[in-house]
């Protein structure tokens, strides 16, 4: 069974910073591709940022980009989401995803967190 737990979000001042974590097992960290999405409250899920097994060549959202970064923690077995300068846009629920290695990549993600709440207050 594998689980992607979330944790990290909290109410933050928007220009403020936080770090997402995201737990998962050695395997998925290593043989998925991950992803950030978030929900903000009557809208639709939205991707956020995505990174290869390898962790290289992230992609992020227009809207992110510049002031999140993801990062791996290959020992740790965690993938991280920096987020910096947050705006109020920036609140919603946060969700890890990650595809299931042995059936490859078709777009979608086969695992979920619960996710983590971020608010950002004026």
């Known amino acids: 069974q594998v689980q992607l737990v979330e944790s990290g979000g909290g109410l933050v001042q928007a220009g403020g910073s936080l770090r997402l974590s995201c737990a998962a097992s050695g395997r998925i960290l290593s043989n998925s591709i991950m992803a950030w999405f978030r929900q903000a409250p009557g809208k639709e899920r939205e991707l956020v940022a995505t990174v290869s097994q390898s962790g290289s060549n992230p992609y992020y959202a227009d809207s992110v980009k510049g002031r999140f970064t993801l990062s791996k923690d290959y020992a740790g077995a965690r993938l991280y989401l920096q987020m910096n300068s947050l705006k109020p846009e920036d609140t919603a629920v946060y969700y890890c995803?990650?595809?299931?290695?042995?059936?490859?990549?078709?777009?979608?993600?086969?695992?979920w967190g619960r996710g983590t709440q971020v608010t950002v207050s004026l």
């Open positions: 995803a990650a595809n299931e290695p042995s059936y490859g990549f078709s777009g979608s993600y086969d695992y």
